[in-house]
């Protein structure tokens, strides 16, 4: 955590499918609270009662996942062409990103059969609450402005532009790692920061930022907590850790050991990397009010650095909690149209979806008609995600699965006297 008392800090789509301690069902753990409306700007009560769902939260559960980021991208997975196992180990790459391990459990919080070979490695390097790796920078994806100390004008978090890798560098620079698949052609650097490209982006090139005399050099950054205060962190450019021992004496693990750590075919280490960017996509529209009007800025005069500062109002955690409370299990068609984060997310992590399922020849033609997606999206996985009851809500993802024919999303409701789809 980044500290005790901020756990939700950095959070995107926070779990929504709490696990119980001890015995009984999964409950639902994002709650707006009575105080709240559906339409910004909302009271001080609000917001405070808001950040408290929040933080009550593990100590409330045994953990939990969010169907944005597991179920609803196993599902859009399966839509556009992805195998069962290509589109479990994208979505549970993505959870993975928020946990640091993913490991598929049933309605009663209990591992589900063969969860062991079905459980991600350790990416704990990139996990939100992680300042000491970057791992934050991960779901708070700022975009960049050059040497200029403030936002740049007309950005959209909430239809992020996927290649652009003049502004939205962290974003850019996943895609590019995630394109290619395995190997090294494409590092995956700290704060998304690499030399520049030969389209003099720095965001797309060869290697992780070195300064002239080919140094690393400092990322420092500020995270917003409440009012005035914030929390300080400071990292190096490089590769990015993506895991980290709880022994001291063990190394990290670097972004270049990645497909050795992830381990099996190059297919599979794609789509862990694949689900790593689908994250990060997923939280910089999560985040888009609060990172849109952050300052991300470098090289700077004196030492050559960056800054990244994520401390105004709209960072502020209450807001921040409450935005997420936003995202699940409320009638989306009440929220302003800002806070409507799960429908863009949704329809940008299927298009992206499009675009790899393409690169790796499984793409099914249907898939691009507006039709086939609208159908899927606003006719099924939105309704589900409006539900309030977190029982009710998985069932409905698992009909969405059933009705084409399709296993469910591990740890969901089982489609009626069926047997589950073999693991290619």
């Known amino acids: 955590m980044m500290t005790v008392l901020v756990p939700a800090a950095a959070r995107a789509f926070a779990e929504d499918v709490c696990y119980p301690k001890g015995s009984g069902t999964v409950a639902n753990c994002t709650t707006l609270p009575k105080s709240c409306s559906l339409k910004e ?247 888009h009010v609060c990172t849109d009007r952050a300052e991300f800025v470098g090289p700077l005069g004196v030492d050559g650095g960056f800054r990244q500062d994520f401390t105004g109002h709209e960072c502020g955690q209450g807001l921040h909690s409450l935005r997420h409370l936003y995202e699940i299990g409320v009638d989306f068609s009440k929220l302003s149209p800002q806070d409507r984060t799960t429908a863009a997310t949704l329809s940008a992590v299927y298009d992206e979806l499009v675009v790899f399922a393409r690169l790796r020849g499984v793409l099914i033609p249907a898939a691009t008609e507006p039709a086939f997606k609208a159908a899927l999206i606003n006719g099924q996985l939105l309704p589900a995600m409006q539900t309030p009851e977190v029982l009710s809500r998985l069932a409905r993802l698992s009909a969405t699965a059933c009705g084409r024919g399709w296993s469910p999303f591990p740890g969901s409701p089982s489609c009626p006297r069926t047997t589950p789809e073999p693991e290619e």
């Open 41 to 287: 700007p909302t009271s001080p009560r609000c917001r405070a009662e808001a950040l408290e769902v929040l933080l009550s939260a593990p100590n409330k559960f045994d953990g939990g996942r969010s169907v944005v980021h597991s179920d609803a991208t196993y599902l859009m997975a399966r839509a556009v062409g992805f195998s069962f196992s290509d589109a479990y180990w994208i979505a549970a790459y993505d959870e993975a990103t928020d946990l640091g391990q993913f490991i598929p459990r049933d309605i009663y919080g209990q591992p589900v059969p063969g969860a062991a070979d079905l459980t991600t490695v350790d990416v704990s390097g990139l996990v939100r609450t992680n300042l000491s790796t970057g791992g934050v920078l991960y779901h708070y994806l700022a975009p960049y402005n050059g040497v200029l100390a403030v936002p740049p004008t007309g950005v959209n978090g909430l239809a992020p532009e996927v290649d652009d890798a003049d502004t939205e560098v962290m974003l850019a620079h996943t895609r590019a790692w995630a394109m290619e698949g395995a190997g090294a052609a494409a590092p995956l650097c700290t704060a998304g920061l690499t030399v520049a490209s030969p389209g003099g982006d720095l965001a797309t090139g060869s290697a992780c930022y070195t300064d002239k005399g080919g140094e690393s050099v400092e990322v420092k950054g500020l995270i917003g907590l409440y009012d005035d205060l914030a929390i300080p962190f400071t990292l190096s450019t490089g590769e990015q850790v993506i895991s980290v021992s709880s022994d001291s004496g063990t190394p990290p693990v670097l972004s270049n050991q990645f497909d050795t750590w992830v381990g099996g075919s190059a297919s599979h280490v794609a789509d862990a990397r694949l689900g790593i960017h689908l994250h990060a996509l997923a939280d910089r529209i999560s985040h």
